[in-house]
C-alpha cells in the first residue's frame, strides 16, 4: 500500500518536472524567438541573458553579448542617465520606460526600454524596441508645423464638410481673419463675388477628379478690399481613400500683377512716341497673319522710313529729330484705320499692319494718305522743315506664307521705294525678290573676291579727238565671279559701298593703276595718265588713305598728274568738310579730277568753279543719241563751251559711231571715250592699241 503510494506519488511528481520542464523550454522558446529585443541584465547592468532579436538589433552574435555591460552600446551621452534608470529599476516591482540612442557601428537608433526587476530583484529584464522612425516622423511633424507657421504663404485646411479647422498666421495678415473668426467657418468667407458659379464648379470638378487645383482667383479681404491672389489647393486622402482634408495655400499677387503690368509696357511700348515697339509689333504681326489664315482674309505690311532723317538729326540735334518721330507718329495715326496697328520698330522706322482686309483698295489709300500728310511743313520749335517718307507695302498670303518672308519682303518693297527716288510708295514683286537675293548673294561673295584675286582692271583708252592719240584711260574695275562669269560694276559697287568694301576694293585699284601707269609713262608717253573711279563712300569716310596714295605715287616717283579721279556730281552737292577737305588734298598733291557723268545730276556751275575741276566727262546718254540738229548736240556744245570757259577740258563718254566722234570734235570736244575707239580691255589688248592707229572702228 505504502509502497504502491510511493511509486504514484513519484509518477506524479516526475509528471509535473517534465510539464515545469517543458513550460521552461517554452518560455525559452517564447523569450528566444519574441518579436522584441530582450535582454537580461543585473543590477550592475552586465547583460545575463538575451534573445535572436537582440542579436539583430546589435548586429552580433548572442554569446559575444552576454557578459558585456549594456551601456556600452549607448551613445556615452546617455550612459549616466541609462544608470540611474537601472536605480529605479532595482528598488520597485513597477515597470520602467526610457528612451535612449543606441550606437551601433556607426550607426545610431533611438529606442524605448521597458524594464522591470524580478522577485529577487537580483536582475532585469528590459524590452527595447526600435523608435528611429518614429523619431523621424516627430521631428519632421515639428518642421512642418514651423513651416506652417512661418510660411509666408497663407495656409488653410477645410475637412469633408467644407467648415475650416486650421489656418496659419498669414492666413490672418492677408484676410484679416483671426483663427477664431475663421475656423467653423465655410471658405466662402473669403468670395469676392467677381467669379461666377461656373468657374467655381469647374474649381470643383478638378478637385474631385485629381484632387488639385491651382489658378488665379479674386477674394475678398474681412475690411472689403478684393485683391488677387494665387490659389492652391491640394487633397489629403484617409488609408480608406477618402477625403481627409483640402490644404490651401495662397498668396496676394496683386502688386506683383502691377509691377509685371508695367515690366510688360516698358518691354513692348516705345517710350518717345508710345507705339508699340519692335517686340510688341513682331507679335501683333503675328496674331494678324493667324487671323488672317483663318478668317481667309488679306493682310498688309506696311514698312514706312523717312527720307534723309540722319540729315535731320545731324543738322538740328537729336532733341527736334525725337520731337519730329513724335509729330510723325501722331500723323501717321489719323491715317490708318483704328484696327490697324502703327509701331515704331525703332529708328526712323515705322510699320503698319493691316489685317482683315476686304478689299486692297484700301492699303492703297491709306499709303496716298500718309503721302499727303506728310507734305505739310514740321513746326519743331523755331525750326520748320519738310519730311517725306518711302512705304513698301507687301501682302499675306500673296506674297509671303509666313512672317520672316512677309518682313524681307516688305523691306524689299521700301528698299525699291527708296530706289525710285523716295517720297512713295512700292508694292512687292517677284522681281524685287530676285534682285534681293542676286545682292544678297553677290554680298556674300563680294567678301572673298580681293583675297581670291577675282578681280582685274581693264583700261579703255581716253583718245585726243584731234589727234587721235591715246594720251589717258580710265581704270575699270571687273568681277570675274568664279560661277556667275563676268558680274558688271554697275552690280557690284553699290554693294561695295554699301557694306563699306569698297574703301579697300578702291585701295586695290589704285594700286593697280600707278603700277600700270608708271610702265606706260615709261613705254609710251612721259605723260600718260590713269584715270580712276574714286566712291563718293570712299571720301566721306574718315580715314586718311588719300595720304597715302600721294605717299604711294612719290615711292614709285609718280607725280599727282599721274592720275585723275574720278568723282561724280553728287558728291560735290553735300560736300561735306570732310570731303572737301580731301578734293582739295588732291589739288594740292597735283592730281587732276574729273567730273564724270557729267548732266545727269544737279548740274550747277557753282561748285564746279569753287572746286577747280580739270575735267568734265559728258555722259553717254547725251552722246548716244547725238545727231547734227538734236537737242543733245545743242546740250553737248553748252556743256562744252560752258567747260571751256571754266578753263576746263572735255571728255565725251560713250562715243561709238564716228558720226558722234565728228560731231563732238566739230563742237569742239577734247577727248572721247568710247567702244569706237576700244571697250575697256585687259592691259595686252591695251599695249596692242598703241601700236595702230584708233578710230578706225572696231
Ligand atoms: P563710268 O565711270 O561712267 O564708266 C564708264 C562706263 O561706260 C564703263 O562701264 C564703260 O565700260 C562704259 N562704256 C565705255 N564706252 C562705252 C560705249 O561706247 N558704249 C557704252 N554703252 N558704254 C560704254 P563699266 O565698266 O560697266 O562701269 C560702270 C560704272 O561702274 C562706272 O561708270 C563707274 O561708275 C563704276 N566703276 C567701275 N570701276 C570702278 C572702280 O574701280 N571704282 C569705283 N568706285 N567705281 C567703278
Ligand atoms: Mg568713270
Ligand atoms: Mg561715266
Redesign the pocket.
Known sequence: MHQIELEMQIEALREARAQAEMAQQRYAELFDFAPLAYFALGPDGVIHQTNFCSERLLGINRTRITGQAFSQWLCPEDRPAFQGFLEKVFVSDETHTCEMVLRIGAMSCHVAIEAVADKTRQSCLAAVTDISERKQTEAELRLAATVYLALGEAVMVTDTTNRIVAINPAFTSLTGYSAAEAIGQSPSLLKSGRHDKAFYRDMWQALERCGHWEGEIWDRRKNGDVYLKWLSINTVYGDDGKVLRRVAMFADITEQRQVEAIIRKQANIDPLTDLPNRRLFLDRLQQGINKSQRSKQKLALMFLDLDHFKDINDTLGHDVGDDLLKVVSKRLQDCIRVTDTLARPGGDEFTIVMDELDELSCVERVAVAILHCMKHPFQLGAEQCFVSISIGIALYPDDAGDMENLLKKADQAMYAAKQQGRNGFCYFTPAMQSTAETRLRLTNDLRHALDNRQFR??Y?PIVELATGHILKA?????WQHPDLGLV???DF?PIA?DTGM?IE??EW?FRQAIQQVRQWRERHHPHFQIS????PV?FRSSDSTHGRWFEQLHLRGLPGDAIVV?I?EGLLLDASPVVAEKLLAFRDAGMQISL??FGTGYSSLSYLKKFDIDYL?I??SFV?NLSADSTDMVLCEAMILMAHKLGMKVIA????TEEQRDLLLQAGCDYG????FS??VPVEAFEQLFSRPVGEGI
Request: no cysteine.
Open positions: 582692271v581693264a579703255q580710265e581704270a575699270l574695275l571687273r558688271s560694276p554697275a559697287i559701298e569698297i576694293i578702291g585699284v580712276v573711279n574714286k566712291s570712299q574720278e561724280t564724270d557723268d566727262k555722259d553717254q548716244r563718254e560713250g562715243i561709238e571715250q568710247g567702244y569706237l571697250r575697256p
